[in-house]
């Protein structure tokens, strides 16, 4: 990171500052403090870290982004909002980093659950403050990466979801981030908090109109006692747009999450899955990434066993074609006294051009005695048998190499259980890998 | 419709066939037995163009054409059906998009519309109950997690849909039991016309108790060193393979 992009930056915050959400609050201005010390330090991550060798950030240094400001986030074109909204789910609407109260659609939220802007619940006089005070930032702190710290220093605004304990939903929770404008800048923090005995799906979509812009979101997750969240992250933006995005958990005793990561746009696309797993609870990570032309889409995960009998299955997929790179950096760490823990971790790759590549790095770290783990990489090419069974069925070699690269694919669409969102997903990968003359319920 | 003169195929440097001669009139039902290692799936597969066979000499004329000039789906569009030894599993594709995706193709080489999405499925779900299959095999993947009884059905229920002019059955019979064999066996006696001909390939004469032959062929050490009508099985199950393997060394 060159000293001149990062002052630039750093100058740029000296203006907006003042206008950032939780100025009232001493602990949110330490944090911020601190997050913007650590970014002037030592700027964006440099490829000499170990966690981003294969991933070079350089290209956002080259452009400033500027944060855009909460009046200049326009209209959207009604129809175009409509297409990325999930049918059947209350839906927060986030354009250029700033909560709409206008596009969101919260009407008959149960009560007691609370889905607000994170600029509103950063007012010191709401109880909310209170409540994020021992959560923000308790997720993943500053030291993380510097993404995260500019994340903490610069965030705008975000979304405060609180499914309180009992509670379970009827219908997901769609938080939409929207960036219109070019080169702006769209940063979020979001917390998501599902206590004891809780149970809800959020769906995070990223998507943007085709300009060059940076999203850099991080979102906090705590799924209490016994809850289970089912979370998944649609990343669709824009070809030229810089994404990145950080998703990092805290499961209790006997909690769930489900995360479904679908990362399919971007220029350079990079998100961070992590989570902590507390006595006997379960994490489900799923991935699918699709890079084209020169896309560069890098998915890291970590999954920390902390306690004895927790269950952690992980399976990341991707298809690269043309000159695009896929990462996968999968690390899977159980301590000491996390014994039975029970892991399995996976990543396969499909690889359509000569010139596409995939760098996959599984790690397994285990301080325990007692456990079973196992991990899987593949890299490679469609299956020569496959082919040949479709083509001893009148099935063109051209044909069949789309219809099993649409079925590798489709194995981690079919995981999602909401019709909708399946639906919306499914589309996407048919708009990469068109499959004719087929109906949508035979796939 | 089928004529195979003095094929010989190599796998590397290995000879497997050493000039194999066959005459298949259509209607016809032609078995091809022999031990293992004998040559008969590199026959199924060479006939049905998979890669990595080397056609060192001879010459396979199907219905007037050079079949070994053709892409396998071509051969396959033009009627010749290989029924697999171990058919492929492929998750993610549904049975029912391969069969469709296969019959259209078949349709459109020979200048057809597509089929229509409710002929299609009243067409499936009349061979699907032929075959004793539950209905719900259709919408999963293709052979993913079947049973050895069960693919080799689905093998079936693929032919009585493409209604081919050649069947090859690549050891059909193996790890069948004898309900399921049944089942397979009534698949394909329905299937027996006068213009369809049948290339059993088979290690067990069971087999041909429930699908009668008209011809026998006795395949060893990549040649058939005898040929005969439906006795020469039962002839082959009493005295074993070491009877006509005998022959070739004399």
Known sequence: ?443 | MLSIKDLTVNVGDKQILKGINLEIKAGEIHAIMGPNGSGKSTLSHVLSGKAGYDVTGGSVMYQGKNLLDMMPEIRAREGVFLAFQYPVEIPGVSNIYLLKAALNAIRKYHGLSEVDAMDFLTLVKHKVKLLEMDEKFLYRAVNEGFSGGEKKRNEILQMAILEPKLCILDETDSGLDIDALKVVAEGVNSLRSNDRAFVMITHYQRLLDYIKPDFVHVLAHGQIVKSGGAELALELEEKGYSWVENQVVA
């Open chain 1, 1 to 443: 990171m060159s000293a001149v992009a990062t002052s630039r930056y750093v100058a740029e915050y000296g203006a907006l500052a003042p206008t950032l959400p939780g100025q009232s609050l001493p602990w949110l201005q330490q944090l911020r403090r601190d997050a913007l010390t650590k970014f002037s330090a030592n700027g964006f991550p440099s490829p000499r870290e170990e966690e981003w060798r294969y991933t070079n950030v350089s290209a956002i240094e080259k452009r400033l982004f500027t944060p855009a400001l909460k009046q200049s986030s326009g209209q959207v074109d009604a129809d175009w909002l409509k297409a990325q909204q999930l049918d059947d789910a209350w839906s927060v609407v986030l354009v250029n980093g700033h909560f709409s109260t206008e596009y969101s659609q919260l009407d008959s939220l149960p009560d007691g659950v609370t889905v607000i802007s994170m600029a509103d619940a950063l007012v010191e006089t709401q109880d909310f403050a209170t409540l994020l005070e021992t959560h923000l930032g308790h997720a993943v702190n500053n030291a993380e990466h510097n993404l995260v710290a500019f994340n903490t220093a610069w965030f705008s605004d975000g979304v405060f979801v609180h499914v309180p304990a009992k509670q379970v939903l009827t219908k997901p929770i769609q938080l939409l981030h929207i960036v219109t404008e070019a080169d702006a800048m769209a940063t979020t923090r979001n917390v998501i908090m599902v206590d004891e005995l809780a149970e809800a799906q959020v769906i995070e979509t990223f998507v943007g109109l085709d300009n060059a812009y940076l999203t850099a979101a991080v979102t906090e997750v705590f799924v209490g006692q016994n809850a289970h969240l089912t979370l998944t992250k649609m990343q669709i933006e824009s070809e030229k747009a810089y994404h990145f995005g950080g998703t990092y958990a805290k499961q209790s005793k006997d909690a769930r999450f489900t995360h479904h990561n679908f990362a399919f746009g971007g220029l350079l696309a990079r998100c961070d899955i992590h989570t902590d797993l507390d006595q006997a609870s379960e994490c489900e990570l799923n991935g699918l990434y699709l890079g084209v032309k020169r896309q560069h889409i890098d998915n890291h995960t970590r999954i920390n066993h902390l306690k004895p009998h927790a269950i952690s299955r992980e399976m990341y997929k991707g298809v690269l074609d043309d000159r695009a790179k896929g990462v996968f950096q999968g690390r899977v760490i159980v301590a000491e006294d996390a014994q039975k823990t029970d892991s399995q971790m996976n990543n396969r790759n499909l690889l359509l051009s000569d010139d596409a590549e995939a760098d996959t790095k599984p790690q397994l770290e285990i301080y325990a005695d007692d456990v079973k783990c196992g991990h899987g990489v593949t890299v490679g090419q469609l299956d020569e048998k496959s082919i040949f069974y479709l083509q001893s069925r009148s099935v063109d070699e051209e044909t069949a190499r789309n219809m099993l690269t649409f079925a590798f694919a489709n194995e981690m669409v079919d995981k999602i259980k909401i019709k909708s969102l399946h639906d919306k997903v499914l589309e996407q990968v048919l708009a990469r890998f068109p499959q004719e003359g087929v109906e949508k319920d035979w796939l």
